[in-house]
């Protein structure tokens, strides 16, 4: 592949986004304090949990993993999973701001922050109450397994050269999935005022529709979280070129990370929790415990070991100033590849 001057683009902005609704039973006495334990002051008998994807994405399954942990700690007594897909979560996003119930969550991330620039979103995730960071994830390259290119080198350089002939799926238009496509070709040395117009990227609301795009040959090459095609490349249907983080994917090994292969590119998805925007300091401190007890717990440790997530907690006044300087990043990469003005 030619050199060209390196651009690192360290993002953390997510593939993930999903709504938890809380139901919250507060008792006699004042409200439970932030950052500790779920105490006796407020009891919060269910969650119901509200992935905006279609099921079978990235999304839908930190939502369900994050309603089982709810269960399995016998933290609620129940915590159902409903989804509402479209517009990159916007759609969710929507729903959340009318939403009553103070005690109600939204599993949020990277493909929600780029999506509400995309979408010109009248709702914005800064209308909500940030409560959580909870996991980053690496975004993996992949191939159909009859591909002719086995390096994200050889298949950068063809899509260099082929421009939007060559069509690359991944989640929803303006998210992480979308941006790095945009930045290979940019560290590659395509022009930015050039990108628009040579990636063919052809967005799809996962539970699925990546793979089938993939093995009935209409793209080329597909990004996702590696949780998403880890499956298909153990059982040889895809081939990963390469993985976006720092150090090599756990549930991926043996696939070379983009620096690796000369790209200086670190890119991860991260997912986190919000709620609406208009609820009580007390209402916010309960909800922080219920999280914080969870990511606690075994169950949760266990999810994230299992689907090869990094535990990236942050809570509170932590979460929000990651979360201000993520959108302020976001905002910036989407115009220097030209998806916003």
């Given at each position: 592949m030619a050199q060209h001057s390196p651009i690192r683009a360290r993002l953390v902005v997510g593939a993930v986004i999903g709504v938890a609704a809380l139901t919250l039973a507060a008792c006699s006495g004042g409200p439970a304090s932030s950052g500790g334990d779920v105490g006796a002051e407020t009891?919060?008998?269910?969650?119901?949990?509200?992935?905006?994807?279609?099921?079978g994405g990235g999304w839908d399954q930190t939502a369900r993993a994050f309603a089982q942990a709810l269960t399995d700690e016998k933290l609620v007594s129940s915590a159902p999973v409903t989804n509402i897909g479209g517009a990159g979560g916007t759609v969710g996003?929507?729903?959340?701001?009318?939403?009553?119930?103070?005690?109600?969550?939204?599993?949020?991330?990277?493909?929600?922050?780029?999506?509400?620039?995309?979408?010109?979103s009248e709702v914005r995730i800064e209308d909500t109450t940030p409560i959580a960071k909870l996991?980053?994830?690496?975004?993996?390259?992949?191939?159909?397994?009859?591909?002719?290119?086995?390096?994200?080198?050889?298949?950068?350089d063809a899509w260099v050269e082929e421009g939007s002939a060559m069509a690359v799926t991944g989640g929803s238009a303006g998210g992480i999935d979308h941006i790095l496509a945009g930045q290979l070709l940019t560290e590659a040395g395509v022009d930015a005022a050039d990108v628009p117009t040579s990636l063919n990227y052809i967005a799809n609301s996962g539970g699925g529709e990546a793979l089938t795009l993939l093995l009935g040959g209409q793209v080329?090459?597909?990004?996702?979280?590696?949780?998403?095609?880890?499956?298909?490349?153990?059982?040889?249907?895809?081939?990963?070129?390469?993985?976006?983080?720092?150090?090599?994917?756990?549930?991926?090994?043996?696939?070379?990370?983009l620096t690796e292969e000369g790209i200086d590119i670190v890119v991860t998805n991260w997912?986190?929790?919000?709620a609406p925007g208009?609820?009580?300091?007390?209402?916010?401190?309960?909800?922080e415990d219920l999280v914080t007890a969870t990511h606690d717990g075994g169950a949760w440790a266990e999810v994230l070991e299992t689907n090869g997530w990094t535990d990236a907690f942050l809570i509170g006044d932590e979460f929000s100033s990651f979360l201000e300087g993520?959108?302020?990043t976001t905002q910036e990469t989407l115009t220097t590849i030209g998806l916003i003005e």
């Open positions: 009891s919060i008998d269910s969650v119901a949990v509200i992935a905006p994807a279609d099921p996003l929507a729903a959340l701001a009318t939403e009553t119930d103070p005690n109600t969550l939204m599993i949020t991330g990277s493909v929600m922050v780029g999506a509400v620039e995309t979408n010109a996991t980053e994830e690496p975004l993996v390259v992949v191939v159909p397994k009859d591909s002719p290119y086995d390096t994200i080198g050889d298949f950068v080329q090459a597909g990004i996702s979280g590696v949780g998403e095609f880890a499956q298909q490349v153990e059982a040889g249907e895809l081939k990963a070129l390469a993985v976006s983080s720092e150090e090599p994917a756990a549930l991926l090994p043996d696939v070379p990370t997912r986190g929790l919000i208009d609820i009580s300091e007390e209402e916010k401190a309960a909800l993520d959108i302020a």
